[in-house]
């Protein structure tokens, strides 16, 4: 079983606010992404990051920002949080090496009001 | 860039029916990961295959990775109620600069009835 934690898990919120998603593993991964996902629907990546202090857009372009500071945590912060911004975020962590295999958090359920 | 098309988008079983999904894309892959999603949670990794051909088990669930690299299939057998969710494929390119980034299917949504 993977040990990728988000929090929190369900967060809500009116419009304005300043937020941080909090994602981190205790696996020692240098590859971390973050996703968006709207209910049953597919999965977009937002944001990814190959190491400490290295951090991508992904391909669906998204008003938050991320960091990397330490290896094991890998925060996503909206400055001002909007309605369009209701979403469920994943966070997910990957191996290295020939066999890579990525493992996901159980996700944040935010709704801005 | 790359996309994978998942089929079929929706099921409605009845308990104890057999499942397969599948998943095809234009470009090879390295690696086919599946997964499945509960509602509010974060999808679960059931099988991992990293080579063409492979077919591999996890109790009820069965992949295989094909053998042209551009397709997986996932079943499921003896259906039960708790196999009810959301199913992803997910593959891996082997092309330079795509090496850090899944291509996912847009999901199966599998229901049971019992």
């Known amino acids: 079983e993977a040990d990728i934690y988000q929090t929190p898990r369900y967060l809500v919120i009116g419009t304005g606010k300043k937020i941080t998603l909090e994602c981190s593993q205790t696996m020692g991964h240098d590859k971390m992404y973050w996703y968006q996902q709207d209910p049953g629907m597919e999965l977009h990546l937002i944001h990814y990051?190959?190491?400490?202090?290295?951090?991508e857009k992904g391909d669906l372009s998204s008003e938050s920002t991320v960091s990397r500071i330490r290896t094991e945590h890998f925060p996503l912060t909206l400055e001002s949080a909007r309605p369009s911004h209701t979403s469920q975020y994943l966070c997910?962590?990957?191996?290295?090496?020939?066999?890579?295999?990525?493992?996901f958090g159980p996700g944040t359920r935010l709704l801005v009001l | 860039g790359q996309q994978l098309n998942q089929s079929p988008q929706s099921m409605f079983i009845q308990e104890g029916e057999d499942v397969s999904m599948n998943c095809t894309s234009s470009?090879?892959?390295?690696?086919w990961l599946w997964y499945k999603q509960d509602p509010g949670e974060g999808p679960v990794l059931l099988i991992a295959?990293?080579?063409?051909?492979e077919l591999t088990s996890n109790g009820r669930l069965t992949a295989q990775f094909g053998i042209t690299r551009k397709d997986s299939f996932l079943n499921i057998s003896a259906s039960i109620p708790s196999d009810v969710g959301i199913y992803f494929c997910?593959?891996?390119?082997?092309?330079?600069?795509?090496?850090?980034?899944?291509?996912f299917g847009k999901g199966t949504l599998l229901t049971v009835n019992p």
């Open positions: 470009s090879i892959f390295n690696t």
């Open positions: 997910a593959g891996q390119s082997p092309k330079m600069g795509s090496n850090y980034k899944l291509t």
């Open positions: 295959l990293y080579k063409a051909g």
């Open positions: 997910a962590s990957k191996t290295s090496g020939e066999q890579e295999t990525q493992y």
């Open positions: 990051s190959y190491g400490v202090n290295s951090t």
